[in-house]
Structure formats: C-alpha cells, structure tokens
C-alpha cells in the first residue's frame, strides 16, 4: 500500500537529515565518552537513548539530545570520585529531579537563569576542556584538578620537546583539527558531511596504514559496557554527592532549556513546551542512570544540523538513534581504529564553540560591563574550585548586580529662585541607596518650601519610606515652610540640576 502524499515528503525530508545528525552525532558521542573517563560505546548509549526515548517524548519537535561536552568535566569529575557505579546513581536521581520539575511546571524558570552566568559556565567548561585535551593530543596523561591542568602546561611543553611520540600525537590531533576546520568552509553538498567525521576517518586511516605509533580507544562491546545502577542508595547520605547531582540537575537543564529557545529560532514550526521538555530530558537521564551511561542534554551544534539539514519531524531525531543504535551493535570494532589525539581534536573544537568569543564583545560594546564581569568571574570561580561552587558565585554576582542596578535613584533639583525649590525622586528607592539619597536630601535648604514630585518613582521599599517620611516630618518643622507632595511634575521652566546617586 502506498504511503499517503504528505507523509511520505515528511519522511523523503526527515530520513536524510537524521542521517546528518547520526554522522554529527557519532564522533561527538565518542569523543565525549572517552574525555569523560567512560568506556566509547556509554556515549553511543546516551545518544540512542537520546533519539528513541527523548526524541518520541513531547517538548521539543526539532532539538536532539545526547551526551554533551558542557558536561565532560563534571562527569570526569563524578567518574574520578565516586567510579561508575556513583556516576548511574548521579545521573538516575538528576533525571528524576528534572522529571519532578518538569511536572511541578517550573521548567518556564529555568528561563530565568541569567544568560550570563550560563555562558560564564559554559566558558569555564570550554577552557577546562580545551586544556585538558590539550593533554591527549601529546599523548600525556591528564591532571585530575582544573588548576593542575593550567600548572602542567610547562612540563607538557617540555615532554612535547624531548617525545618523538608525542611529537606524532601532536601532529595528528593538529591535522584533525585543520581538515574539520578547512571541511566546514568547503560549499555545496561536500558541506553537508559533517567535518568532524571526514577528519576522525582520515584520522584513523592513516594511522592504521602508517602504523603511527598512537593510542587508539580501546573497546569493550555495547553490551559488556552497561552497568546498570541498582543497589547504591546509600551514596545519597554523602554531601558531596548531593552537591553533584544539583549541579547536574542545574546544568542539564538549563543547557536543554537554552538550547530549546536557540532552536525555536531558527525554524517555524511549533514551539517547545519548556515543561515537557524538561519532563522529556529527566526521563532520558533517568534510563541513563539506570544502564551507567553518561548524562545528556539537548545539543545545541546536532539540533541545528538537524534544522539546517531539513527536518520536519521529530522522526530525524528518533532515526538519528536508531542509526547509533545499529552502528554500536554491528560495528563496534570500527571505534578500536580511532586514535585518541584525534577524538581530543573534536573536542578542543567543541569546546572552542563553548568559549563565548563573540557574545562577550557583543556584551561590552552593548554597554553590559556588567554582564561581561558576571560571565568572566563565573568562569574563573569554576577553573579555580569547582563547578557547583563556581555556578553559585555566578548565581549570587548576578542577583547583587541585579540589585544594584534595579536599586537606581535619580534626584532632580529645580531652583528658580526665591520660591520653593521643586524635588522630583525617581527610579527604585531601596536602602542599598538609602544613605545617599538622604545625604542629597539632606542639602536641600532647609529655610525653602520643597515641592516633591514622586510620580516617577517607581518602588519604595519599608526603609526608604520611613527614612523619606522622617526627612519630611523634620523639615516641615521647621517654621514657614514645608514639603509638598505633588504628583505631575512642575513645569520646566529652569534648567534643572540633576544629581545622580548612583555615582
């Protein structure tokens, strides 16, 4: 029986981009594994689960989820401390949070994270990567801390200088990161195949014919792999543990979140229902946790090769994991051939995309110092400490900022003369303000009648309108004068003397 008209343009659109996004997907998942400490095929877990399980759910039609490089250092992090066994257990109560949120309808609020501290974490995440990878492409072994990786720079200099094995590490990694560099600027259908697979391929081809002396990803079979994560509640009395899976509860969801609202804009079909799709993401991580696979997101780089590639549906992205999912149980030997410095070229590549190098300008340029300097004292909280602790000094920089630029109050002075002298206050009264404002008040002539004109002042808080009630009880005191209230503002009829108290 013939497939109905519609159904099939749907399907002769869907079909190939998913296989964009399966060859987008397939190194990334990889590549994300193996800088995670994980086994390769773990990564190729998360992406299936990504496309069968999370691409069927509501939420989002267009954006695809998987293992994300915004993770790699946490899930290094939790892998280092608590092995594989914590990292399931991780993973499967984050997933259920997210589920609970998504049902609770708070996922609207992620919204409300500040873009700011988000790309501060996504910048401190892309360092730490980059420099990390910068490791395995010589071939070293990395340090475990984010300062260690900055501090063993120098002597990884020095071994690149002595090593002739290094050496060749080196210049595989740097090969694979030109031909994805040069691929992706290529036009027509040639741009179509994803950069990063022509180069992994390249990569161990020659590697292979060569015989260079590289380390390739050692495989241990899809099923060999699964751990699943039964039997390790007790780990949730350790308070480090709970302070991982709230920073991957946090991060997780709002990257996804984030990535909904990027992928809305570039197609026009429906919106993404933001508590679905957390509902959707929790679900995915909650089958994650329970077979030992890494965490996932929503990816911002697949999900825009999927719209870009045509998508209609959120067929490609269901086909995008059965695709992973017959490559990972036909074709596992394939990964064995892939050398390591090439997988850490992808990533250095990722992580570069994760550096905000044209948001921050932007940002300054915008007259958003203020944003910039959340962004970068984020960043600089994760590489120092960690990355829960980084993602609230972020938090609370960006709530104090809020503060006080919310807490502006202008006092504009008109002195004509002998009469009264007009006062108009506008703006936040709030007591972060509170002693300068009634410094300037407090220079007001105190033998002149005062007009005051509050109609611009949009808020006042308990503090300021006691301390402004007490001024004008006090000057009222004061014999033939007073404060009158008045709500327009008088007339223009002198050039104003305006004081800022912000300054």
Not at 121 to 141: E, K, N, S, T
Not at 347 to 373: D, F
């Amino acid at each position: 029986m013939p497939f109905p008209a519609q159904p099939w343009r749907t399907l002769r659109a869907d079909l190939p981009a998913s296989l964009v996004v399966f060859l987008v997907a397939l190194p990334l998942c990889v590549g994300i594994a193996v800088a995670s400490g994980v086994p390769a095929e773990l990564g190729l877990i998360t992406g299936v689960v990504g496309g069968l399980v999370v691409g069927l759910m509501p939420g989002s039609s267009m954006q695809v989820s998987g293992p994300a490089a915004g993770l790699t250092v946490l899930v290094a992090e939790a892998v280092d401390r608590y092995g594989l066994a914590g990292l399931g257990m991780i993973v499967l109560v984050a997933g259920l949070l997210q589920v609970a949120l998504g049902l609770l309808r708070l996922g609207r609020w992620f919204r409300a994270i500040s873009v700011a501290v988000v790309q501060g974490m996504l910048a401190g995440i892309g360092l730490l990567l980059i420099v990390g990878q910068l490791y395995v492409l010589a071939g070293a072994a990395t340090p475990h801390t984010g300062p260690g990786k900055f501090t063993g720079l120098p002597g990884l200099v020095g071994g690149l200088v002595t090593s002739t094995t290094a050496q060749v590490a080196l210049c595989v990694g740097v090969a694979t990161i030109v031909v994805m560099v040069l691929w992706d600027a290529l036009p027509g259908r040639l741009g179509t195949v994803p950069g990063a697979l022509v180069a992994v391929a390249g990569a161990a081809g020659a590697t292979a014919l060569l015989g260079l002396p590289v380390d390739t990803i050692r495989v241990e079979g899809l099923i060999e792999a699964v751990r699943p994560s039964f039997g390790h509640w007790g780990t949730l009395g350790n308070v480090g543990v709970l302070a991982t899976i709230a920073t991957f509860t946090l991060v997780a969801s709002a990257e996804s979140l984030f990535s909904a609202a990027a992928v809305d804009r570039l197609h026009q079909g429906p919106g993404t229902d933001f508590d679905r799709e957390l509902v959707a993401q929790g679900a995915g991580n909650t089958l994650c946790g329970l077979l030992g696979a890494l965490p996932m997101t929503a990816v911002i780089v697949r999900s825009s090769a999927n719209v870009r590639a045509g998508a209609r549906t959120k067929a490609s992205r269901v086909l995008h994991g059965v695709w992973l999912l017959l490559f990972a149980a036909a074709a596992p030997g394939l990964l064995g051939l892939i050398p390591l410095p090439a997988l850490a070229a992808v990533l250095v590549h990722a992580g570069v995309k994760l550096l905000p190098l044209r948001a921050a300008p932007q940002l300054w340029r915008g007259q958003h110092q203020g944003e910039v300097v959340v962004l970068a004292v984020t960043a600089m909280a994760i590489l120092t400490m960690d990355m829960f602790t980084g993602v609230l000094v972020g938090l609370g920089l960006a709530i104090v900022k809020t503060a006080w630029e919310t807490s502006h109050v202008r006092v504009t002075v008109r002195d004509g003369g002998p009469g009264p002298v007009d006062v108009a206050i506008s703006g936040n009264a709030t007591f972060l303000r509170l002693p300068t404002l009634l410094t300037k008040l407090g220079e007001l002539p105190a033998d002149r009648t005062v007009r005051l004109d509050l109609h611009g002042l949009r808020h006042v808080d308990l503090a300021c309108r006691a301390a402004l009630d007490s001024w004008i009880e006090t000057h009222n005191g004061n014999a033939g004068v007073c404060v009158q209230i008045v709500a327009p503002r008088p007339a223009d009829a002198d050039q104003p003397r305006t004081v800022d108290v912000t300054e």
